[in-house]
């Protein structure tokens, strides 16, 4: 097992990159590139790095020159031999050959395209403009490289002793979560972390503890070179990127609202089973439930990802109920802000009720919450979204007033179409 203290002490004295593959990414980011490598190969899109946290002054923190070696490197990778074949090979969701040749024949051939960057205001501006199939892959990268730069700059200033008893203590606090999640009965759950992880080593340790400690509980995880190497499942379906690119580019109310049905009904013709997940709150759950043709109700299940999670739940048992389904056959993601006092409560109250499942993510990979001194390790809340595509603005509106993003207008449209009215606000947990 590598020793991640003195990984991180010899960051002081060479190069150390921080991706260096591009598997290591989420599983459904490779999914969703296939699906608009097919369905839209010609949409331009804008991805825009956004730190919801503006308390954590990112460019004050992270040096320009060493983010632009970092990002440099990324830009200089391409798939290995073995990562080809095990993307072409392996089953994926009881599936060979999840990815076609047409899009591994170009995904080969990938490098990424170049990116925009700026300082503003103590924060960076980073942005990636392109095909939506060639720029959406620098999201996961962008990420996980701010994320593990703001630690080291954190950690530059600790002795080797300092740093050791630091990581003894988050592991410590790591593995005091998962023996108590062996107590929590029926459990699934997998890792969710690679994008606000403290680093990927941290995430690889993490992952090797879950597998050690929970065994068959522990499902996968969603990092692609981390189920390569650790040989467990890659887990992951779709995310909220799709709807907000397909909305932005209906050119009438009517498409507009019809727009996140268009998504899953091209999501439906390439995948079955447990692929099959819909993610319903983009535009306000309800709404989309309401509307939702009957189709969708014997698809194979539904993530929670914003608002009070068991409300959520609860709108999902009731909307498979009225379609005449059997919840107790549905499976029910919970994915946002969790930790283990929430995953037990939640698996308490909806066991046998519908198939549980939990993607356990910025609290499980980067929880280095009071162990640095000021809380300067603690976590923080940075995303990168598309923010526009064919030249049109990007809209999301959340369960979560708070996590909504888009010019005012726009998101007053949106509300409009999709009838969302008052929402309760929740503070955003990373």
Known sequence: MVDIATRVWNHKWKIDPIVRSLIDTDFYKLLMCQSIFRNHPDTNVTFSLINRSKHVRLADLVDEGELREQLDNIRSLSLSRGESTWLRGNTFYGKRQMFRPDFMEWFENHKLPPYHLEKRD???ELTFEGKWHEVMLWEIPALSTLMELR???VLKDMGRFELQVLYAQAMTKVWSKVEQ????PNLKLADFGTRRRHSYLWQDWCVQALKEGL??????????????????????????ELPMVYAAMADTDEKLRQSPYDVLADWQEEHSGNLRIILPDTYGTQGFL???????????????????????????????????????????IFSDGLDVDKIATLQQQFAGRVRVSFGWGTMLTNDFKGLAPNDALAPFSLVCKAVAANGNPTVKLSDNPNKAMGPVEEIARYKRVFGVGEQEKVEVVV
């Not at 999640?181 to 929590?184: F, G, N, Q, T």
């Not at 109700?297 to 709108?315: L, N, Q, V």
């Open 122 to 124: 103590g924060q960076y």
């Open 151 to 153: 630690g080291r700059a």
């Open 181 to 184: 999640l062996r107590d929590v």
């Open 290 to 332: 309401d509307d939702a043709p009957d189709w969708l109700a014997g698809w194979t299940g539904m993530r929670i990802d914003s608002g009070d999670p068991a409300t959520g739940a609860e709108r999902a048992i009731d909307w498979w109920t009225a379609r005449g389904e059997d919840p107790r056959k549905k499976l029910v």
């Open 215 to 240: 065994g068959d509980n522990f499902t996968g995880t969603s990092n692609c070179r981390i189920a390569m190497q650790r040989e467990i499942e890659a887990i992951g379906t779709n995310a909220h």
